[in-house]
């Protein structure tokens, strides 16, 4: 079992920025590719960005690249998605995601294991 608990959420205004973390417990983090997703209301859960076990490899949605950067630091077994130029789209709860592979996925039915979210609001 892996726990995931975010933080870092809040409310922020057009062109801002915020640091969502995702603190890992439980198995060896370093084994796990994780992935950040978000889900706006009254749409479907979708893929933000994804980095492989080592850290060396990310990948990003098309609607955040270039804005967003995800990291991980496996020594304090924590995963970052840092986001700037926010936009009112951007509204939702995030929520971080573990997969016990090398290489993270865009896909969330591949993810096991799941925190419980962190809302962004963006204003206009």
């Known amino acids: 079992q892996v726990q995931l608990v975010e933080s870092g959420g809040g409310l922020v205004q057009t062109g801002g920025s915020l640091r969502l973390s995702c603190l890992a417990s439980?198995?060896?983090?370093?084994?796990?590719?994780m992935g950040w997703f978000r889900q706006a209301p009254g749409k479907e859960r979708e893929f933000v960005a994804g980095?492989?076990?080592?850290?060396?490899?990310?990948y990003y949605a098309d609607s955040v690249k270039g804005r967003f950067t995800i990291s991980r630091d496996n020594a304090k077994n924590t995963v970052f998605l840092e986001m700037n130029s926010l936009k009112p789209e951007d509204t939702a709860v995030y929520y971080c995601?573990?997969?016990?592979?090398?290489?993270?996925?865009?896909?969330?039915?591949?993810?096991?294991?799941w925190g419980q979210g962190t809302e962004v609001t963006v204003s206009s």
């Open positions: 995601a573990a997969d016990q592979v090398p290489r993270a996925s865009t896909y969330s039915y591949r993810y096991d294991y």
């Open positions: 439980g198995r060896t983090f370093s084994n796990y590719a």
């Open positions: 980095i492989n076990w080592s850290g060396s490899t990310t």
